[in-house]
């Protein structure tokens, strides 16, 4: 079965530290999604993307936040002066052209000290 | 925010019916109920969706109710593996690049 595919499972970064977290979405999917859970918290979102542009994005995604498709293949976020409260687990998600179901992958725990 | 009503919590003995509710009093005739589930800080599963019909798959079934204000997922026979956060989420019918809007779901105990 088509499955998301995220990397790295687990990042430990330094405060001021630049992250990047990458995903490969289920081939052939055009809508990408980027959620964040704090430990212990709620899945929040944080950017949809189609067509190589943001659609839309949550107040949590602010300037310090990025993402990219930089081929076919890969999605990525980025985080470009890490915070302490950025760290959480990150979920990338992907969904089909025709189907109205949003797909997700097994995340990137990022803690940041 | 999430516009639907979900039990904090619940138990299931396992082998049993898990009968999983969801009030979405609110929902819009072009808006189906989805149900995701996620175990332990994996990403979030999905198990099924649908706009007004029951539904099953080989996961679950969801019953709906007539009026769609609200739903039951119905996991048939529980195992401990079945123990998660299920989340019952409303999202617009082709909406684009709308995304799911996560609420605090019910956490599931599966009881040996």
């Known amino acids: 079965e088509p499955e998301v595919t995220q990397t790295p499972s687990h990042q430990v970064t330094q405060m001021g530290q630049e992250v990047i977290l990458r995903c490969v979405p289920i081939s052939n999917h055009l809508y990408f999604y980027w959620y964040r859970q704090i430990l212990g918290q709620k899945v929040e979102f944080l950017v949809s993307?189609?067509?190589?542009?943001?659609?839309?994005k949550s107040e949590i995604f602010d300037d310090q936040f990025s993402v990219e498709r930089p081929d076919g293949s890969n999605f990525t976020l980025k985080i470009r002066s890490t915070k302490l409260e950025d760290s959480a687990m990150y979920f990338c998600a992907s969904r089909g052209n025709s189907g109205n179901t949003i797909y997700f992958g097994e995340g990137s725990w990022l803690t940041v000290v | 925010d999430a516009k639907t009503t979900q039990p904090p919590s619940m138990d299931c003995a396992e082998g049993r019916a898990a009968n999983l509710p969801c009030n979405h009093s609110?929902?819009?005739?072009?808006?189906?109920v989805y149900w995701y589930r996620q175990i332990h800080s994996q990403g979030p599963q999905y198990i099924i969706h649908g706009l007004k019909n029951n539904e099953t798959n080989e996961m679950a079934s969801l019953i709906i109710t007539e009026d769609r204000k609200s739903s039951t997922l119905i996991l048939p026979h529980a195992t401990l593996r079945d123990t998660a956060v299920y989340y019952c989420i409303v999202r617009v019918a082709y909406s684009g690049n709308t995304p799911l809007v996560f609420g605090k779901g019910t956490r599931l105990s599966v009881i040996a």
């Open positions: 609110t929902i819009s005739g072009n808006e189906y």
């Open positions: 993307f189609y067509n190589n542009e943001i659609s839309e």
